[in-house]
């Protein structure tokens, strides 16, 4: 042992026989300084100092490997308060995917079910579509008939012109309720037909939400497709 080292531990210098009182109050972390100071005897016989010399030697070995124990430890609690990190923040971040998978699940049970009473709706306008062309169809072969009815009772009208009395009076009366009916007739048609137009706006309204909310819910099973690679994936890298 050095004299420094000596001094730090106010050891006695080389004696023989040794003096192990000396070492009596000083701490386990000193030992390697005490094996020292004892191989370094110049009082001592060499067989002495051989003896401690592999002591030193032994011990300085066994103090290196401590200190690699250590430092392994202490990479190893370093590793496991990373882990725990991790386990923490996967935790959280699986609570905060649950919630808004529930909502999402939520939001898309809706959606589906917006989608359902859409296409019935559709389905029903589809129906009502039909009913009223063909509605629209029967009137204006109906106003046809009755122009063409007209038409012959103006020109039985036309060729009685010369004729008085009832018969006139009710060719005249037959003409007025033609026209009438003509006139019923058309505005019938045109209500029928304002009334396809409305039903063809709507159908494709319907079908403009029906295709939007079909995207809505496409875009939300591709998001649920990636959020369930990512936890396989979260899961792979922390095995």
């Not at 026989?17 to 009596?24: E, H, V």
């Not at 972390?29 to 001592?44: G, K, M």
């Not at 063409?148 to 309720?177: D, F, M």
């Amino acid at each position: 042992m050095s004299n420094e080292n000596e001094k730090s531990l106010n050891l006695k210098g080389s004696t023989w026989p040794p003096d192990y009182s000396q070492y009596k109050d000083l701490s386990d972390d000193a030992l390697d300084q005490i094996v020292e100071n004892e191989a370094q005897n110049t009082q001592a016989p060499e067989a002495y100092k051989v003896l401690f010399g592999r002591l030193l030697t032994y011990c300085r070995s066994i103090t290196e490997s401590n200190n690699r124990y250590q430092q392994q430890i202490h990479q190893l609690n370093t590793k496991c308060e990373n882990y725990l990190r991790y386990i923490e923040a996967a935790r959280e971040n699986f609570e905060n995917v649950s919630e808004l998978y529930k909502e999402e699940h939520i939001r898309v049970l809706n959606l589906r079910e917006d989608k359902l009473e859409l296409r019935l709706q559709i389905e029903t306008y589809k129906n009502e579509l039909k009913q009223a062309a063909q509605q629209l169809s029967e009137t204006q072969k109906a106003r046809e008939e009755v122009i063409q009815e007209h038409e012959r009772y103006k020109e039985l009208a036309g060729r009685n012109a010369e004729k008085q009395g009832l018969g006139r009076k009710n060719l005249e009366e037959t003409l007025v309720e033609k026209e009438q009916q003509v006139e019923e007739l058309q505005k019938a048609v045109a209500q029928l037909q304002n009334l396809l137009s409305l039903k063809e706006v709507e159908i494709r309204e319907l079908n403009t939400r029906n295709k939007a909310i079909s995207i809505v819910l496409e875009g939300t099973r591709h998001l649920q497709q990636q959020q369930q690679q990512q936890q396989q994936q979260n899961h792979l890298n922390f095995s």
